[in-house]
């Protein structure tokens, strides 16, 4: 927007305001909120021809308008497929026999989807041969490893160990490198890659948690643990540990950063929220949060599970308050950096399943199946990535209360802080001893908001990622009771991120671009792939809502559209002036330690 008009509607507003303030009947006109707006399906379309290979059948349908103004929401899926059966017969690849220096697995259609032609053979370590099983190297065979994911190359007693005597593992960041990601910010079910094959090799790192040298597996091409010198001196000046503490949280805790911000109205923190989800891909403020088509394969759940306290359910909760008057929000958010890797660039060693299911897809593109891959494995792929573990903590704050008792921001920030372990590098804050600013009164007892309505935070909104579910439950435990953390609990789960870390950033890559081009018909599924993604970003739309009014942002958050409002406007569509705001739009304070 040109400075000049931007100017222009600052003082119009500012107009505005002033003259509500001063009319009485301003105050008194209200516009009522647009009757709700229910999900619209189209028809389903027809059913497909019954698939010979897969015996199913598919059809599937669109969305045309999404629920809004506190209609029903699309929560349906877009796909649907049932078995079928047909008297066609399964036309398969013809295959390719492994080679006299080769040994064939055992698994057949999961593990004989990638066949390579005798450029791929030279290439490569390993071919794949068509409906009878994965072709590894003979020299891969009784090594103690399982080249083949069925073990079948292990039928044997070890010959030669690539380790030697040394009795070396995976750990948790190899094992679940480059799992995927969801352009709309769902968690992908399944990782395509197979973090479990060593391709011969004894590649080892040595992990600083527990001073012992893990093994690395083939598709990670680099992973290094962080150290801090700066993050040991923050911790020393403030806490007298143990010289093995020392040494654990100096190569762990190799980033701590913690800031506080406070946030007028709902709808500002959660357009923050919500581009924070997106992992900066293009989709804009077009959010789904959970997957809605039925699995490619019978697992359940999502590769990296948060445990019930994840971003997901933080938004879905503060989209709550987007009706409550009398709300403010400070937001305080903290992050462990623990590891980074990067993937191979060449060689990359696929999951037999990944295979099965990348096989499996029809060359004639329809998106219902499609749809379920890409929420069973990602639209993208993590390239490389940091490890570790982030907190993410939302204070809902009673307006009246803070009116009442005249607590400015800056003490309430005071307050709050004092209680959150990362504000250690702050002078004259003894954290150890949980001691509070002059003045601070407990002014998150949650219990006490409860019965009287007197407390300043009514309720703290979290979301944990990384660590294990034990912490993760004593976190929410000390926050439900005090609002704050102490140094014991922060502690906890600090150390627990090396057992179950979380992916905290990444370069993401398309999930076409791992489509072998030795699978039949590989073009024709990268495409469709590419179709997929672009009718997965177009389904799921804020072109499906209804407009905003007064300069309200559209968003769209599992299948329900919602106006995120300038500050001085309200009402589900923004459609009321705030009479009692005289202030410019999104105001947003912040305090970054």
Partial sequence: MPPAVKKKNLFFLSVLSSCCIKCASCRATEIPD??????????????TTCDPCTKTRRRSRDIEVFGQFQGDACQGSIGERTACTTSEACVKPTPVPCSDSEFQCESSTAASLMTFCSFYVQRFNLHFSFLTGKCIKKRLMCNGDYDCEDGSDEDCDPVRKPCGQADLNNNEQGRTAGYGINILGADPRMNPFNNDYFNGRCDRVRNPNNGNFDRLPWNVGVLNYEVSFYTFQKLNRFFSWRASEFLLLLQTLVEETVSREIYENTHTLLKTMIQDKTFKLDAGLNLKLSPSEPSMSNLSGTVGAEFGFSRQKMLKEVSEYTTIKNKSFMRVKGRVQMSTYRMRSRELQLADEFLDHLQSLPVQYEKGIYFSFLEDYGTHYTKNGKSGGEYDLVYVLNQ?????????????????KAGITADFGVPGVDVSGHVKPEGCDN??????????????????????????????????????????????????????????????????????????????????????????????????NV???????????????????????????????????KPDKNKGPGRTHTIKT
């Fill in 400 to 416: 009246d209360t803070i009116k009442t008792k005249q607590i400015t921001e800056r003490k309430l920030q005071q307050c709050i």
């Fill in 443 to 540: 002014p998150s007892d949650i219990t006490k908001a409860e019965t009287d309505g007197k407390a300043v935070v009514d309720k703290v909104v979290t979301s944990v990622k990384g660590g294990t579910l034990e912490s993760a439950v004593t976190m929410r435990a000390k926050l439900n009771k005090e609002g704050i953390m102490d140094i014991e609990t922060y502690r906890f789960w600090a150390r627990s991120i090396t057992d179950a870390p979380a992916l905290l950033n990444s370069e993401p890559e398309p999930i076409y671009m791992l489509v072998p081009l030795a699978v039949p018909d590989a073009n024709a599924r990268i495409q469709n792939l590419k179709q997929a993604t672009q009718d997965y970003v177009a389904e799921y």
């Fill in 34 to 47: 647009p009757p709700p707006i229910n999900c619209v399906w189209s028809r389903w379309s027809e059913w």
């Fill in 543 to 577: 072109c499906k809502c209804k407009p905003c009014q007064n300069g309200g942002t559209l968003a769209l958050l599992d299948g329900r559209c919602i106006c995120m409002c300038p500050d001085v406007f309200e009402g589900l569509a923004c459609q009321n002036f």
